[in-house]
């Protein structure tokens, strides 16, 4: 799968190839060679081309109740399938970063020797679908666990395969709005809730992180139908990260106070037992 496309997920086309890893079932044509995501494309392969690498506790992914203590190799593909507004990774997720090639082989063994495995992070690693595919295997079978840190826009026979290769998943919910997917972040709501559905159902393990941004994804009837959709959907034991935006890229919005990812905190724990602010 060098080439970052698996045929069972491009599906040839009249005009050119389409790539089914995501909702956003991009055409690949000789005019528009290259998906949204600026990771995959006729032109374009992001296969093991990795941005910055780092060792990070697992706790900074942020994951509260998995291998805590761990420290992990952590490293993302040079894009991402949403433009979120307020992107806290924008340089790498929506720019040109220099990236260095590993393969899977290097990549596992880079792990072993430094860390307790490998976090597929920093921008948005389903997009490096092939690549995870042939990575992962090899960490585990050095012994490493692998973690994706993901916005859970995917779609579900691709992500049952990526389940099946991982041992955790973080995957941001971002707002109980499909207005809000829309107009800050080029998705929508139904594919996310899909992926934490199934991964939830799947036994492998989830976290889910809420980031609060003032005047966005703040009311607290929101926080409230998003805590209970997920008690509901995922278990009331799902942890759930709570955490505190910063302004960055797009989005001019003041910080969230402190204050309000501690209200966010109380809704969300309402519903569900493990809730944890973050970024305070
Ligand atoms: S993974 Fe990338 S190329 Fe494929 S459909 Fe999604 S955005 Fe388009």
Not at 26 to 33: E, G, R, V
Not at 247 to 257: C, I, L, V, W
Request: charged fraction near 20%; charge should be neutral; proline fraction near 8%.
């Amino acid at each position: 799968m060098e080439h970052g496309r698996s045929p069972e997920f491009t599906l040839t086309e009249d005009a050119g190839l389409r790539c089914l890893i995501c909702p956003h079932r991009c055409l690949w044509t000789d005019s528009n060679p290259n998906g949204l995501c600026r990771v995959r494309g006729l032109a374009l392969s992001g296969y093991g081309r990795c941005i910055g690498m780092a060792v990070d506790p697992i706790e900074k992914k942020p994951f509260a109740m998995f291998k805590p203590g761990s420290r992990l190799l952590s490293t993302g593909p040079p894009g991402c399938n949403l433009s979120c507004s307020h992107c806290q990774n924008w340089q790498s997720s929506q720019g040109a970063p220099p990236t260095v090639y590993h393969s899977p082989g290097e990549l596992a063994e880079l792990a072993r020797k430094c860390s307790d495995g490998i976090a597929f992070t920093y921008t948005e690693p389903v997009v490096w679908y092939e690549y995870v595919m042939d990575t992962a295997p090899l960490v585990r079978s050095l012994g490493g666990v692998v973690v994706m840190v993901s916005n859970g826009f995917v779609n579900p026979e691709p992500l049952k395969r990526l389940i099946s290769v991982t041992d955790a998943w973080n995957v941001d919910l971002k707002a109980w709005s499909d207005d809000f997917y829309r107009r800050n972040c080029g998705g929508n709501l139904q594919p996310v809730l899909d992926t934490l559905r199934t991964i939830a159902a799947s036994g492998v393990h989830l976290e889910v992180t809420y980031l609060v941004i003032p005047g966005e994804n703040d009311s607290m009837t929101e926080w409230d139908r998003a805590a209970s959709w997920l008690a509901e959907n995922c278990g009331e034991n799902t942890p759930v990260h709570v955490s505190r935006y910063f302004p960055r890229y797009r989005q001019t919005r003041p910080a969230t106070s402190v204050e309000s990812v501690f209200s966010a905190a109380g809704v969300f724990g309402a519903h569900l037992k493990n809730v944890f602010p973050g970024n305070i």
